[in-house]
């Protein structure tokens, strides 16, 4: 979110950063009401600190919505009380539940069309691609700092008796299983 703010990106996207507070704060506010608050960096401090935002209040939601696929099609999800906040071309969906987004479905509750995004950030590791793939010009993976890591190198391991692979063993010479 800091990296897209010190940018200024234009026509970018988060989805979606778990912040009740500033849920609440938006709720408060009110559609078209502005926000002046830090956003994030509240669950873990390896998550990096929260960003200091001045955002306008774009949409609110209870949160309910249904997926359109082709993950979970059809099936209802609830995101919680949920806004969509902007400071200047930095649009930001901050929601009360923790779930990765599979899909463009809850955006779209809120008016936000994806499609239209020139970059999109998801926290996310691999099921938003059947959603956001045939839109996408190009999905970049990138290692931010989180609990959850694809770099299992970097992963405390604290009850581990023997190497295993990927960490340690190369394919190639890894044991049969």
């Not at 506010?29 to 873990?44: N, P, Q, R």
């Not at 008016?111 to 590791?125: H, N, P, R, T």
């Not at 970049?140 to 391991?157: G, P, Q, R, S, W």
Request: hydrophobic share 40%; net charge negative; glycine share 8%.
């Amino acid at each position: 979110m800091q990296t897209f703010l010190d940018q200024k990106l234009d026509k970018a996207l988060i989805l979606y950063i778990v912040d009740p507070d500033v849920v609440a704060l938006a709720h408060k506010a009110g559609v078209g009401g502005e926000i002046e608050t830090e956003v994030g960096g509240k669950s873990d401090p390896i998550q990096g600190p929260p960003v200091k935002m001045k955002a306008e209040v774009k949409a609110l939601s209870e949160g309910k919505f249904k997926y359109d696929g082709p993950m979970y099609a059809g099936l209802t999800g609830n995101m919680g009380p949920s806004a969509w906040i902007q400071q200047d071309g930095v649009s930001v969906v901050v929601v009360t539940a923790r779930e990765q987004p599979f899909g463009p479905a809850f955006s779209k509750t809120l008016g936000i069309d994806c499609e239209s995004m020139k970059y999109i950030s998801v926290k996310s590791s691999a099921h938003f691609r059947a959603s956001f793939e045939p839109f996408a010009g190009s999905i970049f993976n990138v290692e931010a700092k989180a609990i959850h890591t694809h770099d299992f190198a970097k992963l405390n391991h604290q009850r581990r008796n023997r190497d295993f692979y990927p960490v340690e063993i190369p394919y190639e010479t890894a044991p049969e299983i």
